[in-house]
Structures are given as C-alpha cells and as structure tokens.
C-alpha cells in the first residue's frame, strides 16, 4: 500500500506564502507522476500542479501559474509546493495526489491520495 503524508498548511495573510510537503512511502514507491489539489468549501476538488518524477516535466493550473512551483526530490520520494502571492481565493483544502500511469491533472486520474491540509489566506 502507498501512503501520502502531507505537511505545510495554516494561515497567511493575502500576498504571504506557504509551502506544502508530500511525502510517500510504502510498497517499492515508484509512481508516474505526482500532483496537488485542492477543494474550496462549496466547490469541487480542483486540479493545482503536477510533476513527473523522471525528468521532472511541471504542469499547472492556470489559476497559480507564476505563483505557485512544483517540486520534487526523488531521493526522498517527496513532493513539493510553493506557494507565492497567496490570494484569498486560494483558501481551500490541499490533497496530495499520485498516478502510477499518467500525470494527474484530474481526480479520476489519481491512483493515491493523502490526506488534506487547510491553507487559510486572510484579506
């Protein structure tokens, strides 16, 4: 079983940053891809960013991009995001997601997920 352990979160004040870890671990640990999400209260879960491990190719919503930066490193099978310019539009639940086969851009496309973590952006 693949487990996904996520860290980071809590409350900033609008133009603040945060920064969000994952963690994996488990059965011999070698997904495809890795990716963020995120649920705002009333809405859906939405996509964020996503990585590949192997050459390490970046995907992001349109909502962060130029603020937000995926990362990773393989070493520790951890997963990064920084988030830069916070808005409060970005308040919302963040879900660490893993693919084994495809990069994870949509929740149907995620094999593991981990548990949530609230990122508060006050005005």
């Known amino acids: 079983q693949v487990q996904l352990v996520v860290s980071g979160g809590g409350l900033v004040q609008a133009g603040g940053s945060l920064r969000l870890s994952c963690a994996a671990s488990?059965?011999?640990?070698?997904?495809?891809?890795m990716g963020w999400f995120r649920q705002a209260p009333g809405k859906e879960r939405e996509f964020v960013a996503a990585i590949r491990w192997s050459g390490g190719r970046t995907f992001y919503a349109d909502s962060v991009k130029g603020r937000f930066s995926i990362s990773k490193d393989n070493a520790k099978n951890t997963v990064y995001l920084q988030m830069n310019s916070l808005k409060p539009e970005d308040t919302a639940v963040y879900y660490c997601?893993?693919?084994?086969?495809?990069?994870?851009?949509?929740?149907?496309?995620?094999?593991?997920w981990g548990q949530g973590t609230q990122a508060t952006v006050s005005s």
């Open positions: 488990g059965r011999t640990f070698r997904s495809y891809a």
């Open positions: 997601a893993a693919s084994d086969t495809v990069v994870p851009v949509t929740t149907t496309t995620a094999d593991y």
